[in-house]
Every structure is written in structure tokens, then in C-alpha cells.
């Protein structure tokens, strides 16, 4: 199974969704906000990262991109809620147009999650 | 308040007594007072034929008291009071008219600005909602995989799925609501087109008991806009007289073009001049009252039972509106059974997509 490190800024999602991670199998690590995401990047360098991408201080989208200059290969799903007036769909457009292979508009539920990670793995 | 005829006898016999002093003293003061008297025939609304009535009861009466002067002269001396009172009342009558119309502007920009405030607000919280609502999910999904199949637990956890998934619907349509200009989804769309295959539909669902009348004047007319958003626009309004009419009644719908310039644009004040596509809907239900008029637009607002309505159909479409550059204002008398929405939208130049 995959190692797999999950960055977003709600503690409540976030836990959620590392125990989804680990009952499926796979290896989890989280950030609770992009910077503290790619220090954690640096030292694991995982197979996958699962972002969210309306965080404070750096958002999911400088995240992907950081991510990318320092590893190309990395499999990355960006996932979004929407905030203000930009919906869940611009975030995620504009995440796959700089590398995230795969999107998911919150809320999801578990099929969803688990077959983007598989066709990102792929 | 007094009955109208009863006010005109008083504003006459004022004015027959200022003729009459005026026409003994001739003094400025009296030209003041008959000043006065034109700007209070405004504020009592009593119309400008009046003031001719009055001058020829007033020419009567002199007559009687200077027999020997010819009509031509008494009415010659009587006109700097005349000249007065006209020039007073249509003064006074502009004040009035430009008053009454800054009022309405203003009514209409706060309102407009309350709304922005409110669709911002109510997108910022969506995203917060959509996190919380994939919490639990996730944890719902979890917890069931440890549930034996047929039990009620599991039949209950089932129905917290089915409600979280209602509640995105909802969040998905709040977004829709405090969304700014989205260009690339805008294409040229027929009007008549959207409409045509709404009323298809929307004849296919409903009760005998409404009838749909459609009027199109000019069937080649485009507006920029998307496609689902545009029948989103129509649904929700149809769905709205629907409710109004208790099921029973008639929706008519009409599809023209108009050009606002600067005397037709006075009631729209958030469009500039130029040609629009109007598109109006009227029904014959409970109409709209006054009080809550200024407020069927504002997202959650709602006249149905707790419930019944989410309270978001209007101001999805006051938010579809606002993003194809158009404006919609609703028509209801107070009183008058039936209400209308009119909206315009830009009228696009070119004829195909």
C-alpha cells in the first residue's frame, strides 16, 4: 500500500481522513497547514499528497507547486470545499492545470476517495 | 383627511380672497402668498386644472365688485398672481417628482448592497460547511462497516448519509448564489429557446389546474449566460407563482426586446443605456405585500412553514441575474392580486454562438 501524507487545516477533516487512509491500508502522515506540509514532504517524500487547497498561510495551490519543482514524479489529489465566491470547481481546475492528477469537491465519501487514489496510483 | 371637493372649496376661497386683497392693495406680500398657496396645492396633491378653475371664479366675483372695468382689464391685473401660483406649484411638483425618485433609487441600492453582503456571507460560510459535512460523512461510512446489516443502527446511520448528501445540495446552491462573473461558462443562448424547452418540461409535471401561456415577440434574441442557469432561472420563478397560486391559476410568460435610454432606464437604475432582452413572468396568485417586497430576494427569506422552502429560489435567480449584467425588479400592487418579476439582461449583438 501507499505512504501517503494528507495536508489540510481542519483538524476534524483531517483526522477523519487519515483513519479512512489507515483502515483502507495505506501509510498516513498530516500538516495541519501548507508550510508545515512541505517540511513534512522533505523528510517522508511520499508516494502520494492529498491537499486541500483554501488554507491559511499557503494555500493548497503554492503547495502543489512547490511540491512539483522539488519532485515531478509525486502523485498529488487536490480536494476543495469552495470558499467566498469561488467554488469548489475553479479551485480544482485550477489544481489540475498545475499537476494534481486527480480533484474531489468536499464533501466526498469513501468510493469517491478511494478510486481517485487508486487512479492516481496508477 | 378630508374628502377632495371639500379641499378644493377651501384652497378656492383662499385663493378668491388673496385675488381680492391683491386687487385692493396689490402689495408684493400678496404675490408671496399666492406663491405659498401653488406649493401647498402640490403637497395636497390636487391637479394643476384646478388653478383654472379657480381664476375663473375669481374673475366672476371681481367682476361683481368693479362692474365698470371690462373683463379684458380685470383679467390683465390679475395675472402676476396667476403667473405666481402656476410657476410655485410646477416648481414645488418637480421638488416632489425628483424626490420621490431619489427615494426609490435609494431604496433600491440598499437593498442591492444588503444582498451582495449577504450572498458574500453566506458563500464564505459554504466552504466551512462542505468540510464539516465530509467529516460526517467520513465518520458515518466508517462506523457503518462496523454495524451488522440488517439492524436498525445501520438503517439510521443510512439516513445521515442521505441528509448530509441533501445539506451539499444546499451548500452547492448557496455557492451558486455568491458567485462572481464566471466568463468562460457564458455563451450566446436563445431566450426563446430556454424557455421553450422549460415550458415543455414544466407542462409534463404540473396540474391541469395551471395553465402556461407563452408570448414571444421576437423569438431571434440572445443573451450571454449559461445554459442550466438560465432554466435554473426559469424553474425557480415558475416554482415560486406556482406556490403563490396555491396550484391554481396562470403563468404567463413573455419574451421581448427593449432599449433603455435615459427616461426608460429611470427605473432601472442599475443598468446603463443600451439594448436588453426583457423577460417577464406574471401569475394570478396571492400578489406580493409591500412589507416584505424589499426583502423576497435576500437568501433564507421565506413565506413558506418552516420546512417547506429553503427560501433560496429568488435569490438564486437575483444571483443568475446579477451575473449575466442584468437587473430584475418584481411588480406587485399592493392590494392587487397577481404579482410580476421583470428582468432585463444585455441583449448579445451577434445572432449565432
Known amino acids: 500500500m501507499a505512504k501517503i501524507l494528507v495536508i489540510e487545516d481542519d483538524t476534524q477533516f483531517c483526522q477523519m481522513l487519515a483513519q479512512m487512509l489507515i483502515q483502507a491500508g495505506h501509510e498516513v502522515e498530516t500538516a495541519l497547514n501548507g508550510v508545515l506540509g512541505l517540511e513534512r514532504f522533505r523528510q517522508s517524500i511520499p508516494d502520494l499528497v492529498i491537499t486541500d487547497i483554501m488554507m491559511p498561510e499557503k494555500d493548497g495551490i503554492d503547495v502543489i507547486v512547490d511540491i512539483k519543482r522539488q519532485n515531478a514524479e509525486v502523485r498529488i489529489i487536490a480536494i476543495s470545499g469552495g470558499r467566498r465566491a469561488i467554488t469548489p470547481q475553479f479551485n480544482l481546475d485550477s489544481a489540475a492545470l498545475i499537476g494534481a492528477v486527480q480533484v474531489l469537491a468536499k464533501p466526498f465519501n469513501r468510493e469517491q476517495l478511494l478510486a481517485a487514489i487508486a487512479a492516481a496510483l496508477e | ?353
Open chain 2, 1 to 353: 383627511m378630508l374628502s377632495e371637493s371639500v379641499r378644493v372649496n377651501t384652497f378656492r376661497e383662499d385663493y378668491i380672497r388673496l385675488i381680492k386683497d391683491y386687487w385692493l392693495h396689490g402689495s408684493e406680500e400678496h404675490l408671496i402668498q399666492a406663491a405659498e398657496l401653488g406649493k401647498r396645492l402640490v403637497h395636497e396633491e390636487l391637479p394643476p386644472e384646478e388653478i383654472g378653475e379657480f381664476q375663473q371664479f375669481a374673475l366672476i366675483e371681481l367682476k361683481q365688485i368693479a362692474p365698470a372695468t371690462s373683463l379684458d382689464e380685470v383679467a390683465n391685473r390679475l395675472t402676476p398672481p396667476l403667473i405666481e401660483v402656476l410657476m410655485a406649484y410646477g416648481l414645488a411638483f418637480r421638488q416632489q417628482l425628483q424626490e420621490h425618485y431619489e427615494l426609490m433609487v435609494g431604496k433600491h441600492l440598499e437593498q442591492a448592497s444588503r444582498l451582495e453582503a449577504l450572498g458574500t456571507l453566506s458563500s464564505g460560510i459554504a466552504h466551512d460547511f462542505n468540510t464539516l459535512l465530509g467529516v460526517i460523512l467520513g465518520y458515518t461510512e466508517m462506523t457503518l462497516d462496523r454495524i451488522p446489516h440488517d439492524s436498525v443502527a445501520r438503517q439510521n446511520l443510512e439516513q445521515v448519509i442521505i441528509a448530509a448528501q441533501r445539506a451539499r445540495d444546499l451548500v452547492a446552491r448557496i455557492l451558486a448564489f455568491g458567485r462572481r462573473d464566471d466568463q468562460k461558462r457564458r455563451t450566446p443562448q436563445r431566450m426563446a429557446d430556454s424557455l421553450n424547452e422549460c415550458l415543455t418540461m414544466l407542462r409534463s409535471m404540473l396540474p391541469p389546474s395551471v395553465t402556461l401561456h407563452l408570448h414571444i415577440d421576437q423569438p431571434e434574441i440572445w443573451v450571454l449566460g449559461d445554459a442550466s442557469e438560465l432554466q435554473q432561472l426559469i424553474m425557480d420563478l415558475t416554482v415560486n407563482a406556482i406556490d403563490a397560486m396555491a396550484e391554481r391559476g396562470e403563468i404567463h410568460f413573455s419574451l421581448d426586446a427593449i432599449t433603455l435610454d435615459a427616461d426608460t432606464g429611470q427605473r432601472w437604475p442599475d443598468l446603463s443605456p443600451g439594448d436588453y432582452v426583457r423577460f417577464r413572468i406574471r401569475d394570478t396568485g396571492c400578489g406580493v405585500s409591500p412589507q416584505i417586497a424589499n426583502r423576497i430576494f435576500e437568501p433564507f427569506f421565506t413565506t413558506k412553514d418552516v420546512g417547506e422552502g429553503t427560501g433560496l429560489g429568488l435569490s438564486v435567480v437575483y444571483g443568475i441575474v446579477k451575473r449575466m449584467g442584468g437587473a430584475i425588479r418584481l411588480n406587485s400592487e399592493p392590494g392587487q392580486p397577481g404579482a410580476e418579476f421583470e428582468i432585463l439582461c444585455p441583449r448579445y449583438a451577434g445572432s449565432e454562438p
